[in-house]
């Protein structure tokens, strides 16, 4: 089994940045991919990000390019994602999950373990 605890977020000005970090225990995550995920109020989860176990391929979507980046340390089975630029908008509770089919794609479906979350709030 596979347990991931996340730590980071907060409370933010627009145009700052933050860092969530996610820990994976349990079993080894050899070969899975692992993504960040949001959920806003009243709104769906959605795909913010996903990295592939070598890191080999990355994914992200649209309204985040250019501002978050995803990677991890595989040694340390730990996954980030660095937010820069942030904005109101993206205030939601972040959710890092562990992808066993290492494709690490949009596909809510594909991501077997979550993360507790962990709140952001970006105040304008």
């Known amino acids: 089994q596979v347990q991931l605890v996340q730590s980071g977020g907060g409370l933010v000005q627009a145009g700052g940045s933050l860092t969530l970090s996610c820990l994976a225990s349990?079993?080894?995550?050899?070969?899975?991919?692992m993504g960040w995920f949001r959920q806003a109020p009243g709104k769906e989860r959605e795909f913010v990000a996903g990295i592939r176990w070598s890191s080999s391929n990355i994914y992200y979507s649209d309204f985040v390019k250019g501002r978050f980046s995803i990677f991890r340390d595989n040694a340390k089975k730990l996954v980030y994602l660095q937010m820069n630029s942030l904005k109101a908008e993206d205030t939601a509770v972040y959710y890092c999950a562990a992808d066993p089919r290492g494709v690490g794609s949009a596909r809510i479906n594909d991501y077997a373990h979550w993360g507790q979350g962990t709140q952001v709030t970006v105040s304008s």
């Open positions: 349990g079993r080894t995550l050899s070969s899975y991919a």
